[in-house]
């Protein structure tokens, strides 16, 4: 009883090749789309401190507004 295709040095160097370049493109595009995604180090810097800063204003406003309802 013979399961599935006999393997010889040809085909399983044809199906290694193949296996590695299928690999090698996964991986290129795996690591492009996650260059994508990442902010640099200055980038994130200038967006926390946004981030922050309307924190603040948001924190003074409310403040302000509840203050000027309780009188």
């Not at 599935?4 to 370049?21: I, L, P, R, S, Y």
């Not at 299928?22 to 994130?44: N, P, V, W, Y």
């Amino acid at each position: 009883m013979v399961l599935g295709t006999a393997v010889t040095m040809e085909t399983f160097v044809a199906w290694k090749k193949n296996f590695d370049d299928e690999m090698a493109a996964k991986k290129i595009h795996k690591s492009s789309a996650q260059d994508e995604e990442k902010l640099t180090g200055r980038l994130l810097q200038v967006y926390y401190i946004n981030l922050l800063d309307a924190y603040v204003s948001f924190c003074v406003y409310f403040a302000l507004f509840f203050e000027i309802c309780i009188q």
